[in-house]
């Protein structure tokens, strides 16, 4: 290996001296650099900057929305789209582009390593969500086209039945859809959603308090297995009201289509969301018809037995607002397990051998989305619960990212390729070349990629003190470091723990109490912090005490500080957290969560009404640096939460805003918020059976103490301690006007996929003052 390091060395300085000579991208850099520098120390002169707030759907951005950004970076708006999850603005100010990537990581990893994180997550404000990763992550956000494999993954997701001579065994009695079900085939009344099902997963009945304006289809004939099965699919934007219908689609068994219209909402629309439905000002503009006339035309063409088949099919009746009784939900006639749900795409490969939502489309096919429902439940119907359990749907589903990029290929190779559809090309374009800083060991496709300068290194240490040295010289770098993954066994029990550990830091004891203590005002005052999930007496003790489990950690602690130590009928309380393990650091936690750049800004009210909301919105004016309103939103019944956040443009505006909005006039509860969006929508995704009851104490798998023991040098942990702290320093040392991306890529294995994590800035950017609204 020796001679190998002076040969790569050698290379480097040739390299180096190539890149000084006048003409090259380098020097182009340079001057650019240069030329920006008076002005950057001119009084309001611009400066690139992003805005504060990412619209990315579901807080999730994908690999492609990734790219976006990066090839608008490199570029401007002259030459490509602006990204749609975020604003760059003054994107000529940019200097140089750096993307860290933390393979072996993931957002599992961050928030289990939370405090180690400390440099990292104090440094970046801009937090989102990814994607499981892909077979090339690097390819796919720097929009590389893959090379033909002589293999195709693509087999493994066949539409027909695996074979007799099969050599794979699986436990059937341990498939949910057998335990569920049995192995005997099912009659159609057996694949209906009972009521207490419709219940659970929060489908429009009737009497419902939610449910009062919707509209019953009429339909209460007696049902049969012969009974007419009716596919339906809808699609929604987003409004001032949430999210309303654009297009509804019927399909008869058969597959004929009996009803496609597109539907204006009542109230004023704030984002099509065209990626998913494929609706746009544009198409909508002319329609006429309303929510009231597609009520009107389904309870005519329903007779009074049709069951109606949908994926997810509690948000279509929502949409619609209209109350069904008879209905095949498919993401749950299909089941998975631990409560998730297979998506609508993967079903229809796995199981029907067919490719539905491609993306070169625009949006969804409403119609072909409903179609593809009924043939689901068809094909359920007519194989029965065991042939469906040896298609073994779990281990086919943790190939599915593969699956995806695999079709993604097939379809980009029959378009005609257009000019800068990388962000390879893009540099190329300009005469700029792109510098990717990697190990030996884990060089990907990026490395043999014409205009790419490779660095290979033999550790991560090398890669760091080479992104010293290089990155200066490059106007666009990739700086990859590699970290040993935890084992996928020990994976899945670390995020039941993580997750675990949310959930008991968000509850609190309470009391003791009087015997006879007014049990409703006790429950309304702890009410008033934020949403409880659930509120239990605990009678095990001298003198009563309360369980209190809330939505979110900012109103378990917001109980903490205005209750603890209170007189209560006399009586002295205490309030506090469950002591487990894995509480003991918490009171350390929230305040490093205080601290973090993303949550500085930004405040937690509870007890807010709809009146405060409209007159906020039309008062927002009086909160000066005011940047967004966040209302949540009940996913049952479509209403507003009685909690919000504020984010505002500094800590000092948040800051007065809490003084003046927790004050006599307005009378909220608050606090500076703990958790951010993308954290909110990872920790709704638990599903029951990974709680454990409180206090119950959970043992490291031996394999983690051997290996904190160890203390590896790259064991996530440690790697966190060491390499978030130089990955930091590095970025520090960054010129003014560099776009900075943390990226790391998630994980996959065969008990799984962990979704990743991307930290973004600019350095010395200016945030954006405008005011967004989020639901």
């Known amino acids: 290996m020796e001679p190998e390091r002076g040969r790569t060395g050698a290379l480097l300085q040739k390299g180096r001296k190539r890149r000084r000579a006048p003409g090259k991208h380098v020097g182009a850099a340079e001057a650019r650099r240069a030329r920006s ?36 970076a490199v570029l401007g708006k002259s030459s490509v789209p602006k990204p749609s999850w975020c604003q760059l603005f003054h994107q000529n100010q940019l200097n140089n582009v750096v993307v860290f990537v933390l393979q072996g990581m993931s957002q599992l990893h961050f928030y289990k390593f939370y405090l180690e994180f400390g440099f990292l997550r104090k440094a970046f404000r801009h937090k989102f969500r990814l994607p499981p990763p892909s077979s090339d992550f690097l390819a796919d956000i720097i929009g590389l086209q893959k090379k033909q494999t002589t293999g195709d993954p693509s087999k493994m997701m066949q539409g027909s039945l695996p ?30 959603l009972t009521k207490e099902e419709m219940k659970t997963f929060h489908f429009p009945l009737q009497d419902f308090p939610d449910c009062e304006n919707f509209v019953p289809t009429k339909c ?18 987003l409004t001032s009201k949430g999210r309303e219908l654009t297009r509804i689609s019927l399909v008869a068994e058969g597959g004929c289509c009996v009803m496609d219209e597109l539907v204006k909402p009542d109230n004023r629309i704030l984002d099509y969301l065209t990626s998913f439905s494929g609706i746009t000002k544009k198409i909508l503009n002319p329609v006429t018809t309303r929510l009231k006339d597609v009520q ?38 299909y ?36 179609r593809t429902t009924l043939e689901l439940a068809r094909y359920f119907l007519k194989y029965g619960p065991k042939k469906i359990a040896e298609l073994n749907l779990e281990a086919l589903a943790s190939h599915q990212e593969l699956q995806a990029s695999v079709q993604e290929q097939r379809n980009t190779a029959e378009v005609v390729q257009q000019p800068n559809t990388s962000v390879l090309e893009c540099l190329d374009s300009v005469g700029q070349k792109l510098l990717f800083l990697t190990r030996e060991a884990d060089a990907s496709e990026l490395s043999s990629s014409r205009n790419c300068q490779t660095v290979k290194c033999l550790s991560n240490k090398e890669v760091l003190e080479q992104a010293r040295m290089e990155i200066p010289l490059f106007p666009f770098s990739i700086v990859q470091f590699s970290f040993e993954p935890f084992s996928p066994s020990l994976t899945e029990e670390m995020d039941k723990r993580m997750r675990i550990k949310w959930t008991e830091m968000s509850t609190v004891y309470a009391g003791p109490f009087s015997k006879n203590c ?12 934020g949403s409880v999930q659930s509120m239990t007496l605990v009678l095990e003790t001298h003198q009563p005490h309360l369980c209190i489990q809330y939505e979110v950690l900012e109103a378990a602690q917001l109980a903490i500080e205005s209750l603890h130590g209170v007189l209560v009928d006399g009586t002295c309380i205490k309030v506090q957290r469950p002591v487990t393990e894995l509480t003991l650091d918490c009171d350390t936690l929230v305040k490093e969560l205080e601290q973090d ?47 919000c956040f504020l984010k505002f443009k500094t800590f000092g505006s948040a800051h007065r805003a809490l003084s003046i909005l927790t004050g006599k006039d307005w009378k909220l509860k608050g606090r500076h918020a703990l958790t951010s969006r993308h954290l909110h929508a990872w920790l709704r995704a638990l599903p029951p059976e990974s709680r454990r009851p409180l206090g119950l104490r959970v043992i490291p798998p031996a394999s ?72």
């Open 163 to 192: 074979s007799a001579s099969s050599e794979v065994t699986i436990n059937l009695q341990n498939d949910p859809i057998i335990q569920k079900y049995g192995s005997k085939k099912v009659g159609l009344t057996r694949c209906l």
């Open 335 to 370: 089941v998975r397990e631990q409560g998730r749900r297979f998506k609508l795409k993967f079903l229809a490969k796995a199981i029907l051998g067919k490719d539905i939502q491609c993306p070169d489309r625009l949006g969804h096919d409403a119609t072909e989305d409903a």
């Open 518 to 529: 007014n049990l409703r005002a006790l429950k309304r005052l702890f009410k008033s912090f």
């Open 704 to 775: 983690e103490q051997q290996a904190l023991q160890t203390l590896k040098v790259d064991h996530p942990k440690i790697a966190a301690w060491r390499w978030g702290r130089k990955i930091g320093n590095l970025s520090h040392s960054l010129c003014p006007g560099t776009l900075c991306l943390i990226l790391l890529p998630g994980t996959e294995s065969t008990h799984g996929s962990h979704c990743g994590l991307g930290l973004m800035g600019i350095k010395g950017e200016e945030e954006s003052t405008t005011l967004n609204m989020c639901s």
């Open 296 to 333: 009107r035309q389904l309870k005519a063409l329903l007779p009074p037995d049709a069951v109606l088949v949908g994926h997810s099919l509690d948000f279509d009746l929502r949409a619609l607002k209209m109350i069904h009784p008879y209905v095949i939900d498919t993401s749950l006639l």
């Open 37 to 72: 520098e008076p002005e950057e120390r001119r009084p309001g002169a611009k400066k690139a900057r992003l805005s504060t707030f990412l619209l990315a759907e579901n807080y999730e951005v994908t690999h492609g929305q990734l790219c976006e950004l990066l090839k608008y």
């Open 597 to 643: 750049s993303e949550n500085r800004g930004t405040i937690y009210l509870s007890g807010v009404s709809e009146t405060f909301k409209e007159h906020l919105l039309q008062q927002s004016n009086l909160f000066f640096g005011l940047e967004a309103v966040i209302l949540p939103k009940d996913l049952k019944s479509g209403k507003h939460k009685k909690y």
């Open 220 to 237: 209460n004939g007696s049902i049969t297995e012969s009974s007419p099965l009716f596919g339906l699919d809808c699609e929604m934007c």
